[in-house]
T-cell receptor
């Protein structure tokens, strides 16, 4: 089945530094990848949609200069949290899809998530 | 916000009992999907139901969809301790691939 690998699973950094999270589709070409953010015991909030070779589309309220997304290939998307602050501490989850299946239905494969702690 | 509501927010049952979780939404959908998340982990896709379907089964899972009421339910029969997790419904819009997640139900199955 489709597998998405996300790395690192946990990262601790100092305030002001930048952190990069990678999301790779291991056995399929991901035409679209999504980045979500999840606070403890809360739902997933979509941050941005990333299409290979084009600029990411950010959801309202998400700072594009703060959360840099690059989707340079069909198997890799990266999220860079720039100048991280403690309020950026969260669980970041990527997901990927190869496109629409039957009847336009679209199932996403999720990575295992990356827990970012900014000190 | 397109986020709907799921209820209950938390559900605690004994092993062997059935668990029912509900999900409501506000906008039209292409399909509705249910996902499971173990604590601190990624999400696992459970089942997808299209807007023209009313009921779907997968093993011990049964999902219903009522588009007139904009609601869906997930039934887990004969629950097991290993079913303990958070369950999220997610709506996929007709216009794009985006999934909008509900707030989730935390299910605890006690052995």
């Amino acid at each position: 089945g489709a597998v998405v690998s996300q790395h690192p699973s946990r990262v601790i950094c100092k305030s002001g530094t930048s952190v990069k999270i990678e999301c790779r589709s291991l056995d399929f070409q991901a035409t679209t990848m999504f980045w979500y953010r999840q606070f403890p015991k809360q739902s997933l909030m979509l941050m941005a949609t990333s299409n290979e070779g084009s600029k990411a589309t950010y959801e309202q309220g998400v700072e594009k200069d703060k959360f840099l997304i690059n989707h340079a290939s069909l198997t890799l998307s990266t999220l860079t949290v720039t100048s991280a602050h403690p309020e950026d501490s969260s669980f970041y989850i990527c997901s990927a899809t190869w496109g629409q299946g039957a009847s336009g239905a679209n199932v996403l494969t999720f990575g295992a998530g990356s827990r970012l702690t900014v000190l | 916000s397109q986020q709907g509501e799921e209820d209950p927010q938390a559900l605690s049952i004994q092993e062997g009992e059935n668990a029912t979780m509900n999900c409501s939404y506000k906008t039209s959908i292409n399909n509705l999907q249910w996902y499971r998340q173990n604590s601190g982990r990624g999400l696992v896709h459970l089942i997808l139901i299209r807007s023209n379907e009313r009921e779907k089964h997968s093993g011990r899972l049964r999902v219903t969809l009522d588009t007139s009421k904009k609601s869906s339910s997930l039934l887990i029969t004969a629950s097991r301790a290993a079913d303990t997790a958070s369950y999220f419904c997610a709506r996929q819009a007709r216009s794009n691939y985006k999934l909008t997640f509900g707030k989730g139900t935390l299910l605890t199955v006690n052995p």
